[in-house]
């Protein structure tokens, strides 16, 4: 495959936690607008390796680039400020801030003013904007993904990485995180999509990955996942 037109590139990543090894030499690129999803079986390795492109885990070897400069061994909020944002699997929102409070701390990472990305995220979330006094633990589960979504775009990232923004959620907010991810593609957006519902995950994504103990085991577009799915999802325990 053609990699130099990647705009976000893991490179030949390891990552150990003690001496046991989680990611053994992890390598994957996205392009800019393209939305690519990172699948494999619990205990895979994928929140492990957007934990460490995020800045939260340190690496044993490899590299982590975006249009080619390394972010490689920078704290979090630096990550944040090179464009790269996560919106994780456990949403970490201060919970006793309002819904706006959660906004603006978001754009505050980047040092940007925030009202007109404030005005995009509640454009896109009106329930957010409905909500706005309301403490971020009083939002349902759905809601709450929203606002972490939310949070993240008011970062102005160059890509947003999410881990599972389904899990756990009832099917109607399932549809409407389906509905939000279609959207922000449609913007350009660039996305690295961490899914354990493989279907979602499928019909929004360009490409795929998928990561087995620490390892990228296969790759391709989204038509081959489709075409061979029951046969995938059955080697890889998807
Ligand atoms: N803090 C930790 N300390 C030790 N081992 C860990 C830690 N976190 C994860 N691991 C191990 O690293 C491996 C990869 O875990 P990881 O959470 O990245 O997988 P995952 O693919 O995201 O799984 P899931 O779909 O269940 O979230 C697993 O074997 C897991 O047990």
Redesign the pocket.
């Known amino acids: 495959m053609e990699t130099n037109d990647f705009f976000f590139r893991v490179e030949d990543v390891h990552v150990h936690?003690g001496k046991?090894a989680?990611l053994s030499g992890v390598s994957l690129g996205v392009r800019r607008s393209e939305v690519v999803t990172l699948l494999?079986a619990?205990?895979?390795?994928?929140?492990?390796l957007l934990n460490t492109v995020s800045g939260f885990l340190p690496l044993t070897a490899g590299d982590v680039r975006i249009e080619g400069r390394s972010i490689r061994g920078q704290a979090p909020h630096a990550v944040v400020r090179a464009g790269v944002v996560q919106v994780s699997q456990y949403r970490d929102l201060f919970p006793q801030l309002s819904v706006r409070d959660n906004l603006v701390l978001g754009a505050a990472v980047r040092g940007d003013d925030s009202d007109e990305a404030l005005e995009g995220v509640y454009a896109k979330f009106p329930r957010l904007k409905e909500r706005h006094a309301q403490k971020a633990i009083t939002l349902s589960g759905g809601e709450q993904q929203m606002l972490a979504i939310g949070r993240a775009l008011m970062t102005r990232p160059e890509i947003i990485l999410l881990d599972e923004p389904s899990a756990g959620l009832a099917p109607m907010f399932v549809d409407e995180i389906a509905r939000i991810m279609r959207e922000l593609k449609d913007e350009g957006r660039t996305m690295l999509l961490v899914e354990?519902n493989m279907r979602l995950a499928m019909n929004i994504a360009d490409r795929f990955y998928i990561?087995r103990d620490g390892v990228v085991r296969e790759e391709g577009h989204c038509d081959h996942l489709r075409a061979n799915f029951d046969a995938l999802a059955r080697e890889h325990y998807l």
């Open positions: 936690y046991a989680a494999g619990n205990g895979s390795g994928k929140t492990t354990q990561l």
